[in-house]
């Protein structure tokens, strides 16, 4: 089975950094696109930042260009989100997903994805 494990959140103040974890069971990297997403109270799930390792491209959105940078570890089967200059409208519960046959132009938008993970609370005060 499939299995995503979100970790890494927090309370930062704006400016700060976090980094997310997604740690992956059941799937090696280089065969899934991997996404990261963010659903903050009372808004729609929102993709951040999403990556295919074995193709090499990466997604951000534009909110977050710049300041965010996502990674794999195929050797730990874990897909990385650094964040930094945080700010206090990135707080949200952050999610990890995954699919096999997402086409780059569907990269972004959550309902294509199969896998999903717990999420992970990351909070910004300013």
């Known amino acids: 089975d499939v299995q995503l494990q979100a970790s890494g959140g927090g309370l930062v103040q704006a400016g700060g950094s976090l980094r997310l974890s997604c740690a992956a069971s059941?799937?090696?990297?280089?065969?899934?696109?991997i996404g990261w997403f963010r659903q903050a109270p009372g808004q729609q799930r929102e993709g951040v930042s999403c990556m295919h390792i074995s193709g090499g491209r990466t997604y951000y959105a534009d909110s977050v260009k710049g300041r965010f940078t996502i990674s794999g570890d195929k050797a730990k089967n874990v897909v990385y989100l650094q964040m930094t200059s945080l700010k206090p409208e990135d707080s949200a519960v952050y999610y990890c997903a995954a699919d096999s046959s997402i086409i780059y132009t569907s990269i972004s938008q959550s309902v294509h994805y199969d896998f999903w993970g717990q999420g992970t609370l990351v909070t910004v005060s300013s």
């Open positions: 059941g799937l090696a990297l280089d065969e899934y696109v």
